[in-house]
């Protein structure tokens, strides 16, 4: 296979900023950044690049599904930069390392389709084959916690400057915010040099619990954005001496964190929202998008909510959604449409929580969304008031192994993601959930251990 082409600005970018290696990184199944570091030169002189492909579904406890959802004879795939996801890296010490995102190709040239930007880039191709974009913005809530280096204790805010941890219930206060304002400051500087658009920064309900919400923008950039963020929430906290997490629900009894997606359609040949109509009122292809989010998303559960703690976000009456009906500016609501304008027509997927892969949680509710317009789905009549309680709305999964067997019961899945991807994922999945279930928990010894 030939050498790619590397852009100019590639070489003036490594040697303006004295770059002595590049992080070459793939989201694997879960999000998490894996991949290779190679000398500058090598990367400006366009290198290839392999890893195994198993490497795409590598699961949380380190141990991969059977070689069958991956290759027999455990083959390569190939790590192809995206040149303009080239970025320093804010926390490198001595300012020399940069980072650039790859898409994962097997080595016949196509994408690999079990890998997480392959699926979503492959749903946008879709789109973009129709004359579409969606335009999507997350909002992300995460926790800023106290160092823990025993697992087997809870996790805890830090002190705060009074000396005391805060107990909650600070939504948009100052103070709690400023607790941390050098990890904010340095996490802003981050944000800058990783080509991040961050619009707005609030302390949420839970202790030490806080949310930025991105720009909109096209998908594929947003989850690249929405990847290189929770990075870097990461690094920048370890520098403060801080341990930031995206786990869905990493306190119990305090509030879970979730990854809420706004979306829309726009004409490519226009820009026009095609969520509305020339008169402002909403359009038919507005009412199928909602319609196949309900149809489809009960199946795809595991790709919003993928771990076993996932599930325990899903709290009646604590903003978190156990249902998938509709509403104009609701709350109580898995699919939420904002009070707007028609230029500014969406839906807010509630599911998602913070933990979840970006761009295989987008992917979901893209792929969802068009289902249902191209079936000309109808969604049920808005929810009016509360439903948290409402004995007619269909639940959701409760925990990862129904969530699981309703996904490999289902041909949606394979419909929408790519039959190879569905089996690859749910085996990646079993395998975290076997490990979790041959865990004996605290629970367990404190109620069980005192019985005859």
Known sequence: MSKPTVPSHVAAFLEKHRIREVECLVPDLNGYPRGKVLPAAAFAAGQELRVARAVAIHTVVGDFPDYRVYGERDPDMRLVPDYERLHLVPWAAG?????????????????????????????????ADLGWQPVVAPELEFYVLAPNPDPSQPLTPPAARCGRTEIGHSAFSFGALNEFADFFDDLHGALDKLGIHGDTFVHELGPSQFEINLKHDDALELADQTFLFKYALRETGLKHGLYVVCMAKPIAGAPGSSMHIHQSLVDLKNGRNLFSQADGEDSPLFRHYIAGLQTCLPSLMPLMAPYVNSYRRFTKNMAAPVNLSWGLDNRSV??????????????????????????????????????????????????????FYR???????????????????????????????????????EVELESYLLEVTPWERRYLATQA
Request: hydrophobic content about 40%.
């Open 391 to 429: 004995d007619d709305r269909p639940e959701l999964p409760r925990s990862l192994d129904s969530a699981l067997e309703r996904m490999a019961s289902s041909d949606i899945p394979g419909k929408l993601l790519g039959d190879e991807f569905a089996a690859a994922f749910i085996a990646a999945k």
């Open 95 to 127: 300012g020399r390392r940069a980072l650039a995102i790859h898409d994962c190709h097997d080595l016949d040239g196509t994408l690999t389709p079990i890998a997480s930007r392959s699926v979503l880039k492959t749903v946008l191709k879709r789109y």
């Open 334 to 387: 898995g699919l939420r449409v904002p009070l707007s304008g028609p230029e500014a027509r969406r839906i807010e997927n509630r599911l998602p929580g913070c933990d979840a892969n970006p761009y295989l949680a987008l992917a979901a509710s893209l792929a969802a969304g068009l289902y249902g317009i191209e079936n000309e789905l109808e969604p049920t009549a808005p929810a009016e008031g509360n439903v």
